[in-house]
């Protein structure tokens, strides 16, 4: 079983940029696709970035497109998150999760979620 720790969230004005980091435990990643996810208070969880087993293939929603980037060590069993020219509708709790697969085949395949990071963006 894989535990996951979310980190480097925080508070950052407009414009800014945050680095996500998310240390997996109990058995490598190295094999399977990751993936962060973002929930905003009185939404449901979406998904916002993920990529494959290798770190070739990474996929992204719309509306981080250009302005996130996702990657991942393998030998740290580390998955990050980029995220620069922050908006406030990025703020939101940040998850990470693993999948069953080495590439991503859907949303539903993801995870061993942690406890999350909070991302507040201040306008």
């Known amino acids: 079983q894989v535990q996951l720790v979310e980190s480097g969230g925080g508070l950052v004005q407009a414009g800014g940029s945050l680095r996500l980091s998310c240390v997996a435990s109990g058995r490598s990643i190295g094999n399977y696709a990751m993936a962060w996810f973002r929930q905003a208070p009185g939404k449901e969880r979406e998904f916002v970035s993920a990529?494959?087993?290798?770190?070739?293939?990474?996929y992204y929603t719309n509306s981080v497109k250009g302005r996130f980037a996702i990657s991942r060590d393998n030998a740290k069993n580390t998955v990050y998150l980029q995220m620069d020219s922050l908006k406030p509708e990025d703020t939101a709790i940040y998850y990470c999760g693993v999948s069953t697969l080495r590439e991503p085949a859907g949303y539903g395949d993801f995870g061993g979620w942690g406890q999350g990071t909070q991302v507040t963006v201040s306008s």
């Open positions: 990529i494959d087993y290798s770190g070739d293939l990474k």
